[in-house]
């Protein structure tokens, strides 16, 4: 078993949809776990930052405009911009269609866009072409503090995941950033078949999304300083299954605990590049 540490402050891992490139990218151990990190990252992970992004604007959208001026929502109000009634832009990146109607009414669904030209993720998928082509995000509430997260679609990469939320146990006098919530998730997706044949199905059924006291203390001395911090992490059992031309080839899972990331792969230096 390889180990790695990952950690949510790296930038995205720059991966493509194709797992080998001949001479560029070879039939590795390593290219295999980098790729699946890459798409658990892009796409997985993704899919819980943004409900936990629509969330809290949900929430705060509910606020009386008196209340909205409260020094907690300093940071939202410097990331938000609001186009008009129904539109919210978070980020520069995100546009939020909210519809006249709040992400906990069942039934509701919110509509998340991001051009793929933009570099936050898609772009560096080479099945997501450069034609100024837009990825959709739709939220949808299915029930009390549950939603349906869905992504892309079957000529690219798609995701469907199911989310349910529980409030995180943080001491008032503790800070933290995002909604205050705890997820857990299901989810499956897959990787169109690519120019060289390549493709991929995967799935998690047990991933965490939730907040955990930070043991940072840069805060320490500062007048009004909280008493500590809550920062979100993440555990999961995330399994890649990989196909050439339709045949079973290669598998890859990665496994996320609180003490670090480990890759479990079939892949070994014996096996050829094609």
Known sequence: MKKLLMFISLPFLAVSCMVDRGDEIHRTEESVTVYTAGLFYDFAYSSATLLDDALELDAYLKLTEQERLDPIYDGLRSRLKHYDENTFVLDDSKVFSVDGMSL???GSIWTIKIESGYDYMYNRYECYKDDGAIIVWTITCTGTDSWE????????VELDASYTRTRADIPDDYAYRGSGYDYQASLSGSVAED???MSGIFSADDFRYFYDESELDWWEGMENAPAGLYVRTFTVTFRLDMYKWGVPRDWCIQYTTADG?????SVDSNLPLD
């Open 261 to 265: 990331t480990d890759y479990l792969t």
């Open 104 to 106: 906990t009414d069942e």
């Open 149 to 156: 997260v869905k992504s892309g679609d079957e000529s690219a």
């Open 195 to 197: 120019s060289s044949g």
